[in-house]
């Protein structure tokens, strides 16, 4: 199994609503990462977890909040979004964060589109 | 300065030409290189990973000069199923209040368009 599987693919929600993201991943990866993807636009980092700590927050509103429940799963939730939070929001795995001259990359999701109204 | 930087393109060619892009990088503690294309709607892809000492996989030559941190991507013989955006990635550590971390580093990627 060499995906990363995301769900749902997409969503609409109101400003009052909450939601949340998943992002599952069965190759071994010990590291996980949420980017968010404006149109037009690279991926922005957001989180990183490392062996299912969290170690980076890109100073990320808290009206997004990461989870890590195990090393295959990752969501991300969702609350009192607003219209500029409407994006493509992608989630990654890699072998491992920190590895000197690792050139395994990271491998996508599809992405959920989210849309807030 | 922009951490990592593409041509801005975008890149309109025809069928079976070559076409070359290029990218800086400012972070020289950075560690492995990759090109990934993301065609329009979907997630990025991985394309190939970029060696020190070059690397190629069929119609794609990607190289990486360390000392300019300049890194490249030819394809040659485009087909019209290249047309995507490419994305230059570089992994590099970066170090903050809480330590170091390695974190990739997104150009904004280069449009390419191959015509009939």
């Known amino acids: 199994d060499t995906e990363v599987t995301q769900t749902p693919k997409h969503l609409v929600m109101g400003m009052t609503n909450k939601k949340s993201l998943k992002c599952e991943q069965h190759?071994?990866?010990?590291?996980m990462y949420w980017y968010k993807q404006k149109a037009k636009k690279p991926p922005e980092l957001m989180f990183v977890?490392?062996?299912?700590?969290?170690?980076i927050n890109e100073s990320v509103p808290s009206r997004f909040s990461p989870e890590c429940p195990n090393s295959s799963l990752l969501n991300l939730h969702l609350h009192a979004l607003q219209p500029e939070d409407s994006a493509l929001y992608l989630c990654a795995s890699s072998h491992t964060p920190q590895t000197t001259g690792d050139n395994y990359g990271y491998t996508f999701g599809s992405g959920t589109r989210l849309t807030v109204v | 300065r922009k951490e990592v930087e593409q041509d801005p393109g975008p890149f309109n060619v025809p069928e079976g030409a070559t076409v070359a892009f290029n990218c800086t990088y400012s972070n020289s503690a950075s560690q492995s290189f990759f090109w990934y294309r993301q065609d329009c709607r979907k997630e990025p892809k991985l394309l190939m990973s970029v060696y020190s000492s070059g690397n190629e996989d069929g119609r794609f030559t990607a190289q990486l000069n360390r000392a300019s941190q300049y890194i490249s991507l030819l394809i040659r013989d485009s087909k019209l199923s290249d047309s995507a955006t490419y994305l230059c990635v570089v992994n590099g550590k970066e170090w903050n209040s809480g330590g170091s971390n390695y974190k990739l580093t997104f150009g904004k990627g280069t449009l390419l368009t191959v015509n009939p």
């Open positions: 977890y490392s062996y299912e700590k969290l170690s």
């Open positions: 190759m071994g990866h010990r590291a």
